[in-house]
């Protein structure tokens, strides 16, 4: 790949990474209610999780999907149900309190890399990605958009969670913590809008 095409691969990798979706606005969240050490794992996921899913869509899915459409269908409606149940989880979050143990915790390494698989704006991204940037989808073509893809994702996502992370004092009042839980929320259900 020469400078031209891998700078404009590098350029989408950061828009489509950096701008508000599925995954930013819960580690945005998970910042916010959980603080940014306890993200770790679930940015680490994403990341990851995010790089791995390129890889295995660019040497195979690709093909499932023609073999067999109904499986995106399948795929989407898996997706719809698992987003609507996270965005009740993000609504119903509270702060972690040292006098009362809460059942809420941060999402996992293993959860966020499997969320990637019916995340709405992933999927767009993964197969943008690997028709524009790996057409022939060669194991060395795909192997470094997936390489580009980690490298950008990580910091991309890890500003979110850092964000969140600042918001948490502000947050610091039940009320505003609601607020703001049920606006993220909110907004992971409009995400689904360009799944429907």
């Known amino acids: 790949m020469t400078n031209a095409p891998f700078l404009a691969l590098a350029a989408f990798a950061l828009v489509s990474s950096i701008t508000p979706g599925p995954n930013n606005l819960m580690l945005m969240a998970s910042g916010a ?7 770790v794992p679930h940015m ?7 790089a791995l899913m390129i890889f295995l869509v660019g040497v195979g899915l690709v093909g499932l999907f023609a073999l067999w459409p109904p499986s995106m269908t399948v795929l989407k409606i898996g997706g719809i149900a698992y987003m609507l149940w996270l965005a009740r989880k993000i609504a119903s979050s509270a702060p972690p309190s040292p006098a009362v143990k809460s059942s809420s915790r941060p999402m996992t390494f293993a959860q966020a890399a499997l969320f990637q ?8 991204m993964a197969l943008t990605a690997v028709t524009v940037y790996a057409p022939r989808h060669d194991l060395q073509a ?31 009042s039940p009320l ?21």
Do not use: E, Q
């Not at 209610?33 to 993200?39: E, Y």
């Not at 680490?44 to 995010?50: C, D, R, Y």
């Not at 890890?158 to 610091?172: E, K, N, P």
């Open 33 to 39: 209610n959980f603080g940014l050490r306890r993200t």
């Open 44 to 50: 680490l996921g994403v990341g990851i999780g995010f």
């Open 117 to 124: 698989w019916v995340n709405p704006k992933a999927w767009t």
């Open 142 to 172: 795909v192997g470094l958009v997936a390489l580009v893809f980690g490298a950008v994702n990580l910091p991309s996502v890890s500003s979110w969670a850092g964000l969140g992370t600042v918001l948490r004092r502000w947050l610091a």
């Open 176 to 196: 505003r913590l609601r607020l703001f839980n049920w606006t993220m929320a909110a907004l992971l259900v409009a995400s689904l809008v360009v799944m429907i």
